[in-house]
Structures are given as structure tokens and as C-alpha cells.
């Protein structure tokens, strides 16, 4: 039983992973449990300090992946329309392709600035804070998923 533990742990870690790129899956989720799986080995455990602090950040990195494109737009001048537009983007971007998902906020801020009455220049800029913000809410997913994957492998190799 182990054995199959510990292998659908590493598949999970490895979906984690896949997921902090590919929006379809829920990554940092996904890596969480592969830890989680490990943990109720018999071979290997974590402190429960551990776990709760990771948890913490996995709930925390999720909120921040769909807060953050927000908080971009806003940072790079954009208005209510265009912070909302990215957070509307965003939600339905999630419906779409993995393009949807990069999109999705940068189009959606674009269109609240053109409504708020922004010229071509200031809404691109507002959008471009969306993307940003999207780039960096995965740069934090991958940094999340890659913790947990040298956690998992450390724990094997020790």
C-alpha cells in the first residue's frame, strides 16, 4: 500500500506542477495532496506544523493567483472598469482554453478601460498590469509546486 502511496503522490506532484501552467488544473491544490498522500505512508510523515503552515500558502497562493491580475491593473493605472474587466476576464477566461486563462484578464481590462472612456495608450497599460499580474500569480504557483516537489523528493532520498 505504501508503494501505490507513494507513486500517486509523485503523480499528483507532477500534475501540480503541470497545473501551475496549464489552467485546467488546479496546481498548487494538486501538489498539496501528493504531500498529503505521502504523509499517510507508514514509511514517511511530515510535523503537523508542516502541513498546516503549507496549507496555509496553498490557500493563500490561490486566493493571490486570481487577486493579483487584479491588483496589476489597478497598480499600472487602470480604473474600477478595468480592475473589474480583469477579474471579469478572468472568471470566464477560466471557461476557455489555456489562452482563455492568459487572455481573459488582459482583454477584460482592455475592454473596462475602454469603457471607463481611457485612450488606446492608457488601457493597453491597464491591460498590460493584468498580464503582469497573471505572469507573476504563476511565477508564485510554480515557486509553491516546486517546494512541495523537492519536499516529496527529499523525503524519499533521506
Known amino acids: 500500500m505504501d508503494l501505490f502511496l507513494i507513486i500517486l503522490s509523485g503523480l499528483f ?9 496549464l489552467p485546467v ?13 505521502l504523509h ?3 514509511k514517511y510523515q511530515f510535523s503537523t506544523e508542516f502541513l498546516i503552515v503549507w496549507a ?3 490557500v493563500a497562493v490561490q486566493l493571490l493567483d486570481y487577486l ?6 489597478k497598480k499600472w493605472g487602470g480604473s474600477k472598469f478595468g480592475v473589474w474587466g480583469s477579474t471579469i476576464g478572468l472568471i470566464i477566461g477560466l471557461f476557455a482554453s489555456p489562452v482563455g486563462i492568459i487572455l481573459g484578464p488582459f482583454l477584460g481590462a482592455l475592454i473596462g478601460e475602454f469603457i471607463a ?3 488606446s495608450w492608457q488601457a493597453m497599460k491597464s491591460a498590460f498590469g493584468a498580464f503582469a499580474g497573471f505572469l507573476i500569480g504563476t511565477l508564485l504557483k510554480l515557486i509553491v509546486s516546486g ?6 523528493v527529499d523525503t524519499l532520498i533521506a
Open 56 to 58: 496555509v500558502i496553498v
Open 68 to 73: 493579483i491580475p487584479a491588483w496589476g491593473t
Open 40 to 42: 499517510l505512508t507508514s
Open 25 to 37: 488544473l488546479p496546481g498548487v491544490p494538486l501538489s498539496y495532496i501528493g504531500i498529503i498522500l
Open 117 to 119: 472612456g481611457k485612450n
Open 147 to 152: 517546494f512541495l516537489i523537492y519536499y516529496y
Open 13 to 21: 506532484l507532477l500534475a501540480g506542477l503541470l497545473g501551475t501552467v
